[in-house]
């Protein structure tokens, strides 16, 4: 069960997701509430619609156990319901043929609206700095959507960067085309997240110009 058969509005959510970085061993989030989770992430923005994410979903108790020493015995891993590794993915250029070409058969777009972009994409994608940032940037924007939804059906996370990237490719079989952006705990807190600060508003905010 979740921690909370509350539903919260968009504001609760937003301020009540923090980072937990200790969760209870042994809590199954059910197959239909984790699906609805990814579901809710995987509608993020991403440029040229092409979800340049993928989501490594990992349950079973023993590789999670294998994730421990990659990420540096942080426990989170071994502890949380599910550890989703975001993906950033290098050759989503290919996904863009495969969205404007089921586009076109829909009707929704002319063929040459299709040709332009798909154009487009290819030869942004002839960068392979391009391919990065575009993989980091859209699966930045998919990872906030799961760790928001993930609060919204009632269960803690904490976004990870501390990781051994590396050996997490070849631990779980990760192809060239993808890897890693970050590790996202999902599950319910043992205890609560350590306080965090927030810098005034006047401190982030530039009105117009420096």
Not at 25 to 34: F, G, N, Q, S, Y
Not at 37 to 64: C, D, G, H, M, Y
Not at 82 to 91: A, E, P, T
Not at 130 to 158: C, F, H, I, P, W
Request: net charge negative.
């Amino acid at each position: 069960m979740s921690q909370s058969n509350t539903a919260l509005s968009a504001e609760q959510v937003i301020l009540e997701r923090h980072s937990v970085r200790e969760y209870k061993r042994d809590v199954v989030i059910p197959e239909e509430t984790l699906n609805e989770i990814l579901t809710l992430a995987a509608s993020a923005p991403s440029s040229w619609n092409l979800q340049q994410w993928r989501f490594l979903v990992v349950k079973e108790q023993a590789n999670k156990d294998r994730l421990l020493p990659i990420a540096y015995g942080q426990k989170q891993v071994s502890d949380a319901s599910v550890v989703v590794v975001i993906l950033g993915d290098l050759q989503a250029n290919l996904t863009g043929h495969q969205i404007y070409d089921a586009a076109v058969a829909a009707g929704a777009v002319p063929q040459q609206v299709r040709d332009t972009l798909v154009g487009q994409i290819d030869g942004a994608y002839t960068s392979a700095q391009v391919a990065r940032d575009e993989a980091n940037k859209n699966a930045g924007l998919a990872s906030m959507q799961l760790m928001l939804a993930a609060k919204a059906k009632g269960y803690d996370t904490v976004p990870m960067g501390g990781f051994n990237a590396e050996a997490l490719v070849k631990e779980l079989n990760i192809p060239d085309r993808y890897f890693p952006v970050m590790l996202v705990p999902i599950g319910e807190a043992a205890k609560p997240a350590r306080p965090s600060g927030r810098l005034p508003l006047n401190e982030l905010v530039i009105n117009e110009s420096f």
